[in-house]
């Protein structure tokens, strides 16, 4: 996209407005036959500001946005991009205010968002700032950003409209900053208690029955309809210390430790199965999801050994995500310790390639891992990668976009409810 382009959208403005019979198509014009390449933001407010408007459709509280052009120029300056592309992305508004450097805007809806345009406003928002329902009133707090944020949050929100891989980035780089928040949580074995307290408070608003057990297991139930129950599962554990004062460096979609390892091992499977329970809910999967967040996998599994077979007896599969590298599905370890059949394993496969992704493929060169745990109730049971490498060493690192495709194929496994009950 271009500047132009960009900088018109933030203001609630488009170049296909030149060709439109509304009546922001003069003011577009207007400013499109100027470069507008060092043009600023303030510098387009105050030209529209004088720009007399004709005809214009009245206030804003008084046109139904459904059926009317909206009254561009009764709006606050810093809103109207944002009023605009809601209105594009099928959320009509009533009214609007920037808060006048307040550090409060407030936009009146004539309906609420529906879960999955919430969720779209949630991945746009700019990480200054907050964003909550009132009745009908979004009200958008910027005290900490300014005006920049009102109008990159408008950015974004255009972006949606016109760009469909868009969405993509936004939940890529969203993710990736759920990543790194989880890396940087301590939890050595045996010393497991602050990422399980984390985890607990993420998990409580969502799950219906949510516990931690004698060994210090987070476990947990959610009821998603009648249809087979599924455990996903990964360890809280890391094999060393997190180095205090380490930073986190990227290069391009991978993360390492500037000192220390890592602690993708298994803060990326952490990070895989939360964002996965925020996605379930659009999913077709129909059935329960049990959790277990495990302690000392690190020195023996010794907290997967510890959960209680009343909490397993019912499971009909279960999902580790606890493997380095991409694209593989460990059905057993070493090659000689089945976890499931074939045919189970290949369940997944094709998961992949209803997913777009058809080079994940199943692998027997597995190691140790709670997988072996679960495999030895009975359960069907696979390890899958989930983007990091050289674990337990000062050189690992995560590619966090290969951690997002493993979403993507267990997202895929419960949309296509590929898991049978067992007999």
């Known amino acids: 996209m271009t500047n132009a382009t960009i900088l018109l959208a933030r203001h609630g403005l488009s170049q296909d407005d030149r060709f439109s019979k509304t009546h922001v198509s003069r003011l577009t014009k207007s400013i499109l036959q100027y470069p507008t390449n060092d043009w600023s933001d303030l510098r387009l407010i105050e030209w529209i500001q004088q720009v007399p408007f004709q005809d214009l459709p009245g206030r804003e509280a008084i046109v139904n ?24 992305l099928d959320i009509p508004t009533l009214s609007c205010c920037d808060g006048h450097a307040r550090g ?14 919430w969720q779209l406003l949630e991945l746009a928002l700019p990480q200054q700032m907050t ?84 060994r210090g297991n987070v476990l947990a139930t959610i ?76 020195i023996g599994c010794r907290g997967a050994e510890g959960i209680d077979p009343e909490f397993l007896h019912d499971v009909d599969a279960a999902i580790v995500v606890d493997r380095r590298g991409t694209r593989d599905i460990v059905t057993a370890c070493r090659n000689q310790i089945p976890f499931c059949t074939q045919e189970f394993g290949q369940l997944f496969e094709e998961a992949g390639r209803l997913a777009g992704m058809p080079d994940w493929q199943t692998t027997t060169n597995g190691g140790s891992s709670d997988t072996n745990v679960f495999a030895g109730f009975g359960i069907p049971s696979v390890n899958l ?33 590929l898991i049978p009950l067992r007999s």
Request: proline content about 3%.
């Open 104 to 117: 409060q805007a407030s936009i009146t809806l004539q309906q609420a968002p529906s879960l999955e345009q």
């Open 65 to 88: 946005p459904l059926t009317n052009d909206l009254p561009y120029q009764s709006f606050d300056p810093y809103i109207r991009g944002i009023v605009r592309w809601l209105n594009a």
């Open 131 to 214: 964003m909550q329902l009132i009745h009908l009133t979004l009200q958008l707090n910027y005290r900490r950003s300014g005006f920049a944020s009102l109008l990159l949050f408008a950015e974004r929100l255009y972006r949606l409209t016109a760009d469909q891989h868009y969405l993509k980035t936004l939940r890529l780089e969203r993710f990736k900053q759920r990543l790194m928040t989880w890396l940087d949580v301590p939890g050595v074995s045996r010393r497991e208690r602050l990422v399980a307290m984390r985890l607990r408070n993420e998990l409580k608003p969502q799950t219906d029955f949510l516990y931690t057990d004698k």
């Open 223 to 298: 009821t998603c309809g009648v249809g087979p129950t599924i455990l996903l599962s990964a360890h809280m554990d890391t094999i060393e210390l997190i180095e205090e004062g380490r930073v986190i460096l990227e290069d391009g979609t991978t993360l390492r430790s500037s000192s220390g390892i890592l602690g993708a091992d298994d803060r990326a499977g952490i990070t895989a199965i939360l964002e996965v329970l925020d996605r379930v809910q659009n999913t077709n999967f129909s059935g329960t999801l049990k959790l277990a967040f495990t302690v000392q996998e690190e």
């Open 385 to 417: 990668s989930v983007g990091y490498r050289h674990e337990h060493t000062e050189h690992e690192t995560v590619d966090y976009a290969a951690t997002f495709e493993t979403v993507a194929l267990i997202e895929s496994v419960l949309h296509h409810q």
